[in-house]
């Protein structure tokens, strides 16, 4: 059974940091590019980070650019998303998201976690 579980959201003040976690299983890891994706209430979905498993390329949207780092660890079958100097802007339900290609759209993305709420606020 192929999963992705995220763990690691949580409220946090403006300009704190968070760690998102995700866990894969059910497929072959190593052949996959983990996405990072949000959605806020009333806003469309929007592509945050992604990672290629294979080689380590890294992508971040101009958004949160500096700010958030995607990392991998194959032996655990983990992508993190370390955010940091997080704003108000940045509240939404983090998804990740699992696909063969690089920089595909989220229609494409085989495999979807079940999200994690981000909230930053005062």
């Known amino acids: 059974e192929v999963q992705l579980v995220e763990s690691g959201g949580g409220l946090v003040q403006p300009g704190g940091s968070l760690r998102l976690s995700c866990e894969a299983s059910?497929?072959?890891?190593?052949?996959?590019?983990i996405g990072w994706f949000r959605q806020a209430p009333g806003k469309e979905r929007e592509g945050v980070s992604c990672?290629?498993?294979?080689?380590?390329?890294?992508y971040y949207a101009d958004s949160v650019k500096g700010r958030f780092t995607a990392s991998s660890d194959n032996a655990k079958n983990t992508v993190y998303l370390q955010m940091n100097s997080l704003k108000p802007e940045d509240t939404a339900v983090y998804y990740c998201?699992?696909?063969?290609?690089?920089?595909?759209?989220?229609?494409?993305?085989?495999?979807w976690g079940q999200g994690t709420q981000v909230t930053v606020s005062s």
């Open positions: 998201a699992a696909a063969l290609g690089w920089l595909v759209s989220w229609q494409e993305y085989h495999y």
């Open positions: 990672i290629s498993n294979s080689d380590g390329r890294t």
């Open positions: 059910g497929f072959t890891f190593g052949d996959y590019v």
